[in-house]
């Protein structure tokens, strides 16, 4: 398994920190939220791609899912869509591209806002990434 998520997760959650004073990010995806506002970060898939005719695989396919989570009474809509605009801005020069979102109002008994994304990469065994 090639493995970049760490590196990944690293440069994400310490953008969203530094833009976004007092946010939750974690590496799991939950339903459970402790703290509010959050990120949940996590590679979901990682899929071999290309193997040559060494015994290991070459590239793999990486898909990772975000939820952005907000809860403040007024506002949250935009809390969410700056802190995904954030991971938008980390993923993007890394050639990591958003493929879908979705919005869900009325989590938490109406009181929270979530987006989640979904986020496609293919890397090789040095670590470089490719757009998809």
Same mark, same amino acid.
């Given at each position: +398994? *090639? #493995?970049?998520?760490?590196?990944?997760?690293?440069?994400?959650?310490?953008?969203?920190?530094? /833009?976004?004073?007092?946010? /939750?990010? &974690?590496?799991?995806?939950? #339903?459970?939220?402790? $703290?509010?506002?959050?990120?949940? *970060?996590?590679?979901?898939?990682? *899929? %071999? &791609?290309? $193997? #040559?005719?060494? #015994?290991?695989? &070459?590239?793999?396919?990486? $898909?990772?899912?975000?939820?952005?989570?907000?809860?403040?009474?007024?506002? /949250?809509?935009?809390?969410? !869509?700056? +802190?995904?605009?954030?991971?938008?801005?980390?993923?993007? %020069?890394?050639?990591? !591209?958003? /493929?879908? @979102?979705?919005?869900?109002?009325?989590? =938490?008994?109406? @009181?929270?806002?979530?987006?989640?994304?979904? =986020?496609?990469?293919?890397?090789?065994? &040095?670590?470089?990434? =490719? !757009?998809?």
């Amino acid at each position: +398994m *090639i #493995d970049v998520f760490p590196p990944i997760y690293t440069a994400a959650a310490t953008e969203l920190k530094a /833009k976004h004073p007092g946010v /939750k990010v &974690t590496g799991e995806v939950s #339903d459970q939220v402790a $703290q509010f506002p959050c990120v949940q *970060i996590e590679e979901y898939s990682n *899929i %071999p &791609t290309w $193997q #040559d005719n060494g #015994d290991t695989s &070459t590239y793999a396919a990486l $898909q990772l899912r975000v939820r952005v989570i907000s809860n403040k009474k007024n506002g /949250k809509i935009s809390e969410a !869509r700056a +802190m995904l605009a954030t991971v938008d801005s980390v993923f993007e %020069p890394l050639n990591i !591209r958003r /493929k879908s @979102s979705v919005a869900q109002n009325g989590l =938490y008994n109406n @009181s929270a806002y979530r987006i989640e994304a979904t =986020y496609e990469v293919v890397a090789d065994v &040095t670590g470089r990434l =490719y !757009r998809r």
